[in-house]
């Protein structure tokens, strides 16, 4: 089995700072692209940003273009979002994506992890 674990979600005030973190494990050979999506209440789930393996091309959601960071750390297999001068409609529960080959395939699959809450308030 392959898992998605995020973390680092919390409460924080509009301005301020986080810096999710999604950790990949189990049954892993390689993970290609990576990317964080959210979803807010009533709202449909909309990609915030992506990364590719190498990290060479990322890509981004307009709303969050120079305030987010996408990251990721192969050796580890980690991918991060660096969220800075946060806005109340920053309010989602964040979820993480990865594109997987297992040890028992070449061939890649789509995985997500549980989310975690970002929650931005005075």
């Known amino acids: 089995q392959v898992q998605l674990v995020e973390s680092g979600g919390g409460l924080v005030q509009p301005g301020e700072s986080l810096r999710l973190s999604c950790a990949a494990s189990?049954?892993?050979?390689?993970?290609?692209?990576m990317a964080w999506y959210r979803q807010a209440p009533g709202k449909e789930r909309e990609m915030v940003a992506r990364i590719t393996r190498t990290s060479r091309f990322t890509n981004y959601a307009d709303s969050v273009k120079g305030r987010f960071t996408i990251s990721r750390d192969n050796a580890k297999s980690r991918v991060y979002l660096q969220m800075n001068s946060l806005k109340p409609e920053d309010t989602a529960i964040y979820y993480c994506?990865?594109?997987?080959?297992?040890?028992?395939?070449?061939?890649?699959?789509?995985?997500w992890g549980q989310g975690t809450q970002v929650t931005v308030s005075s």
């Open positions: 994506n990865a594109e997987v080959s297992s040890t028992y395939s070449t061939t890649y699959s789509n995985y």
């Open positions: 189990g049954s892993i050979f390689s993970i290609d692209s």
